[in-house]
């Protein structure tokens, strides 16, 4: 039986040893899917998620994260990664939905209205935002928009570094939809980031622009797999109401 979300946090934990027991590739599968669901930064969906069940893959992955149990003993691994230089391409997919859902005559004025500003943002803001040239153009533009947000509430996050961050935070909360879904159907995973990503990019044979994010041991938990009791910080410590 499946568990509620609530359930499936408590359940999670990072689990570094795994029984050497086969997890059903569909299932993995479907839990990605889930992942793909998570919020992301104007819905670029600057993320790719490389499933790798291949057992010679997996050991090469596994000597790139220095050899640690949790990728070791892993039945599968996870590559969560952030692809910013795809920017223009998402854009453009979100330009073509957008046109799909408005393809009628006679819309209302706020299907108009609606139509119009979110095809301007994704054909002059997010280029805006996005678009640089060695870094040189995001400097320019952080300067402005730091001087404009002198007189009024501005967007200031927009040098590369800045959009990688962007990137970066995006794929995290498609990675955790993916570990909470995992334990629902009572798997296992340990997000990783302790590799060599330079090597685990060459294994998987990414393009420049493509960043690792993290990388996720799945499997079923070994009794020893788990490193002792949860810790965390008192919530008071970390709890604010305003």
């Known amino acids: 039986m499946e568990k509620t979300v609530s359930e499936a946090i408590a359940y999670r934990r990072s689990t570094r040893v795994y029984k050497d027991e086969i997890i059903d590739t569909k299932k993995v599968k479907q839990c990605l899917v889930n992942a793909s669901l998570a919020p992301t930064s104007s819905n670029l969906q600057l993320w790719e998620f490389y499933h790798v069940t291949d057992k010679n893959i997996l050991k090469e992955i596994a000597k790139a994260c220095f050899d640690q149990s949790a990728a070791k003993t892993a039945q599968q691994l996870v590559i969560v990664v952030t692809r910013k230089d ?25 299907e108009a209205k609606r139509k119009k500003m979110a095809t301007n943002y994704y054909k002059k803001l997010i280029p805006t935002v996005y678009a640089d040239f060695f870094g040189v153009l995001g400097i320019l533009k952080y300067v402005v ?81 788990i490193y002792g009791p949860r810790f965390r910080v008192p919530f008071e410590d970390v709890y604010f109401e305003v």
């Open 86 to 110: 795809l920017w223009k391409q998402r854009a453009k997919a979100n330009i073509a939905f957008l046109n799909k859902v408005y393809d009628k005559e006679n819309l209302t004025e706020r």
């Open 145 to 225: 928009f730091q001087i404009v947000g002198l007189f009024k509430p501005i967007y200031r996050q927009v040098r590369q570094s800045d959009m990688r961050i962007v990137a970066h935070k995006s794929a995290g909360l498609a990675a955790q939809n993916f570990m909470t879904s995992m334990a629902a159907i009572g798997y296992d995973t340990c997000p990783m980031e302790g590799s060599d990503t330079l090597r685990v990019k060459r294994i998987l044979k990414l393009p420049r622009g493509a960043e690792i994010n993290m990388i996720i041991g799945c499997g079923i938990r070994d009794d020893k797999g």
